[in-house]
Structure formats: structure tokens, C-alpha cells
């Protein structure tokens, strides 16, 4: 509430393992895989640093602004050479890559700050991806049960505004 109150901001994920790097994560236009994932930190089923105490869904209004989408085929090539870019400079600095292993996507985070890294002068404000989460949805299928598009914001000016969103009884209850 005090978020949404304009009290306080939200705190930016600064994890090794943040898949789409550092930054504010919003599932987009899914209030319903938040408050799952709410749900699962607060009975300790979903790692999170710190555990929440009562699960609630905050909903955001984001201006993309200059997006990295990775549902974008020029997105990608960008992320493809800076792989290329942040392996020449790792072997040479003689170190080692990071690896992606499970749910630690400590690769996928390296490259994505790399970007970011590299490209100071014209920052990202935000990352954008689908997200294949979950269980195949049936015998075969490339579709998980909880697939999502995520959006990282690397800046936090491209938040425009918090509601609550609809029904709220059930995203959050508390009230």
C-alpha cells in the first residue's frame, strides 16, 4: 500500500540469477501468475531473499520506453553478438563464463547486463520476454502451464503509476 501511496518504490532485483538482469519484474497483463507467485514466497515454496509476509498484487502502468524485446528478431541479434562480445572478454580477462543451471540464469543475466554495460550512452529502460515456465501444458507441447511475457524495468522513471488490480478480493484479499 505504501507503494501505491506513493510512500515508497519498489526495490530492483539485483541477483546473478536475474534472467533479464537487474531491475523492477512485472509479469505483463497477469495479475493471476503474480499472485501465484505471491502465494508460493509466502508459504516458502518460491525462492525469494526475503519472504513475503502477506501475498499482494500490485499492478503497474509501464511506458516501455527504449525496450530490449526479446520477442524482437533485432533484439535478439543484439543479445547474440553481445554473448559473442561478453565471452571474448571474459576468455581474455582469462575467466570463466557464467552458466545457466535450472532456475539460476546467471548466463542469461551476465549478457543481458553486458548490454547494458556496453551500451551506456543509450540505456535500456526496459526488457521484455516470453517465458516458458512450468510443466508442458500437454503430451509433446512447447507450451508450458505458466507461460508468461516478464518485463524487466531497468528505469524506474518508466513507471507512470500503480493500481490494484481487478477483482480485488481476488489479488488481494487482505483489503
Known sequence: MR???????????????????????FWEQNPTRAWEYALECAEGNQYNKTRIKEPFVLGAIIDLGRCLNLVD???????GAAYKGLKQLTEEAGEKMPVNKGDNRSLDCAVI????????????????????EGRELFAG??????????I????????????LPRPINKFNPIL
Open 3 to 25: 507503494v501505491l501511496n506513493g510512500e515508497d518504490n519498489l526495490l530492483p532485483s539485483q541477483n546473478t540469477w536475474d534472467w533479464l538482469g537487474h531491475g523492477i519484474y
Open 73 to 79: 528478431s533485432d533484439s535478439l541479434k543484439i543479445v
Open 113 to 132: 547486463q553486458y548490454i547494458h554495460k556496453s551500451n551506456s550512452e543509450k540505456k535500456y529502460d526496459t526488457v521484455r520476454c516470453a517465458f516458458p
Open 141 to 150: 507441447s512447447k507450451i508450458s502451464s505458466r507461460l508468461h511475457l516478464q
Open 152 to 163: 524487466c524495468v531497468t528505469n524506474p522513471e518508466s513507471i507512470v503509476g500503480f493500481f
